[in-house]
């Protein structure tokens, strides 16, 4: 009840904040900041997979976020707005590196064995999924500990459901293959 | 079976570690100052914008006034440039009669120079056809000048002179008036009758 309680609160507050900052509070839109910076941040290392870059994604999404923030409606969840945010523009960054990222094939076997290889040497989930393919990687983070769906997926990268699902199948393969 | 209970388990135990993964971390730097920054310089770009749109719309007030006074400077220029076009034409039209009306006088000159030369180079074929005739004649009556009279070939010799220096007034009045063609015919009658003297006298001497 005291729980509830609180989530209320940190829910009133973190309306309060964005509806102050919408008029220009930048003191408010730091307070958003300092709340959701850090899971940002974490989304931002696990697909990137440098803490360089994901410092880099932080800050252009929270200045786009600013930049963006008179189109954000309240009916959404604030995170959820933000991390979207975030999402395109890891995903822009993505496709300058390489536009098929998404739609590379999994070689299985030989990805398995180099990759089984390393995995073998660690037990923390978080170390095998950075060292997955970036894109089977980053459909992997965005689908099981993001929670978007393949649809969401494909309209944000551009590819098929299919690739979407293909690449999520043998990403979680991996993982698998490597859990003892 | 086996191997899908095996699959089955992983499955459950990459689940469950999914769900105890970090939902956030902690940063190294302090990212804020430079958001901040960002912002600012953005906001004030904003604000420039805005200014500028401001700018715009004080100034688009004045538009069409602007517009009005370049529409009556324009007509005024355009009246003012008509006016001038005008009457350059008007003076080009002077000047152009006046070198047609020059050269109507030069033309009907030229063609009376014309005529005058045509005049005289009838006149001048007309001689040499003359002389070369009366030159027959007279070698033919030199060569029987023994036979003819002294007295008469006197005569005969002034006679020619005097016909000479009247074709020659002849042929002065033809060229300051080359208008009265009758004045050629004459000239013409008196070579033809001076040729037929010559003539009548060959025929005379040649009958001694």
């Known amino acids: ?14 309306a309060s904040w964005v509806s102050s900052a919408k008029l220009g509070d930048l003191d408010a839109f730091e307070k958003l900041y300092l709340t ?82 390393d995995m073998a040497q660690v037990k ?35 590819v098929a459901v299919g690739t979407s699902k293909a690449q999520l199948f043998r990403a979680r393969k991996l993982l698998r293959e490597s859990l003892l | ?17 999914i769900q105890n993964l970090e939902s956030e971390e ?25 200014q500028l749109a401001e700018t715009r719309n004080y100034t688009a007030s004045w538009i069409p006034w602007a517009i009005a006074a370049s529409l009556i400077v324009s007509i005024g220029s355009m009246t003012f440039s008509w006016n001038k076009l005008k009457q350059v034409e008007n003076i080009y039209a002077q000047i152009s009669q006046e070198q047609k009306s020059d050269l109507t006088v030069e033309g009907n000159l030229a ?23 009366r030159v027959d004649l007279m070698s033919k009556i030199s060569m029987n000048a023994r036979q003819i009279d002294k007295a008469t070939l006197k005569d005969i010799r002034e006679t ?22 009758r004045l050629v015919t004459l000239l013409k009658t008196t070579y033809q009758q001076e040729l037929n003297v010559l003539t009548q006298l060959v025929k005379l001497d040649t009958s001694i």
């Open chain 1, 1 to 14: 009840m005291i729980a509830n309680q609180a989530v209320l609160n940190q829910n009133d507050k973190i």
């Open chain 1, 36 to 117: 959701f910076h850090k899971k940002i941040f974490l989304l931002a290392k696990r697909m990137t997979g440098t803490t360089s870059d994901a410092e880099d994604v932080v800050q252009e999404t929270f200045v786009k976020a600013w930049q963006k923030l008179t189109s954000f409606r309240a009916e959404s969840q604030f995170y959820t707005w933000l991390r979207s945010i975030a999402t395109r523009v890891m995903i822009d960054r993505l496709r300058i590196k390489n536009a098929k990222i998404w739609q590379q094939a999994l070689d299985y076997d030989e990805v398995l064995s180099a990759i089984n290889s």
């Open chain 1, 124 to 158: 923390d989930l978080e170390k095998m999924i950075a060292l997955l393919p970036i894109g089977a990687r980053s459909i992997f983070i965005m689908h099981d500990i993001e929670g978007y769906k393949h649809v969401e997926i494909a309209e944000m990268t551009g």
């Open chain 2, 1 to 17: 079976m086996k191997d899908e209970l095996v699959d089955l388990a992983k499955e459950r135990e990459l689940n469950s570690r």
């Open chain 2, 26 to 50: 902690e940063m190294l730097n302090d990212l804020w100052p430079s958001i901040k920054q960002q912002i600012s310089s953005s906001q004030t770009n904003v604000i420039c914008q805005s």
């Open chain 2, 111 to 133: 063609s009376v120079k014309r005529e005058k030369e045509d005049l005289v180079r009838q006149v001048d074929l007309m001689e040499q056809e003359y002389k070369l005739a």
């Open chain 2, 160 to 181: 020619l002179k005097e016909i000479e220096s009247a074709n020659q007034l002849l042929k002065k009045a033809i060229i300051e008036t080359p208008d009265d063609h």
